[in-house]
């Protein structure tokens, strides 16, 4: 029996798995890759609207107007992030965990992993729960090959008795083939 927090950590790792088996992202997955960067936008557009608020009354028959722009702009990056993604074909590998030193690993919180060509795959973005990398061990992986970087979508040790049934299924090489799967 796992211990609570690891249970649950499993409990969504295997739900992540099971989606991504078939090349689909689950609702959380597709949520939190399509709304990060609005995080971003309004942490930088709150003192500007502070500051338009507080300091420049003149600006205030402006703001409707502003706050209008903002939304339908928001809305426009939500919208063609989620239309990006939608077109990145959902990739999987085995692939294995490379040593790194301790203070890279907290400082950077990338996951460094390796295939049996030696090519390289650094993760700094999940969309799974972390779960424990120990060094050299093979992982069942599936990610995202985004133009800029590379999205960790769902991982599972090789030498789980589980594993096996989250191979790639029929439906992940149909997904992978299909021509509008391209990135734009």
């Known amino acids: 029996m796992l211990k609570p927090k690891r249970d649950t950590t499993y409990t969504a790792m295997v ?3 099971r989606r991504n088996r078939d090349g689909r992202l689950t609702a959380e997955q597709w949520l939190s890759i399509t709304v990060e960067p609005l995080i971003t936008v309004l942490i930088l557009l709150t003192p500007i609207l502070i500051v338009m ?7 205030t028959r402006l703001l409707p107007i502003f706050l209008v722009l903002l ?3 928001t809305l426009a990056m939500l919208l063609f992030r989620a239309r990006r993604y939608a077109r990145l074909p959902m990739q999987t590998g085995v692939l294995y965990a490379a040593e790194q030193p301790m203070l890279r ?3 950077t919180k990338t996951a460094v992993f390796y295939d049996d060509a030696g090519n390289v795959y650094r ?3 999940w969309l799974a729960p972390r779960i424990p990398i120990l060094p050299n061990q093979a ?3 599936y990610y995202l090959k985004d133009s800029d970087r590379t999205v960790l979508c769902s991982v599972i040790p090789e030498d789980n008795p589980e594993a096996a ?3 790639p299924s029929h439906s992940f090489q149909h997904r992978v083939r299909r021509p509008t799967a391209q990135a734009t």
Do not use: N, T
């Open 15 to 17: 739900e992540r798995l």
């Open 53 to 59: 608020i507080l300091r420049l009354g003149a600006f």
């Open 71 to 73: 939304a339908f702009g």
């Open 105 to 107: 690993r907290l400082l």
């Open 123 to 125: 993760f700094s973005h």
């Open 139 to 141: 992982y069942r992986i």
């Open 165 to 167: 049934q989250f191979a």
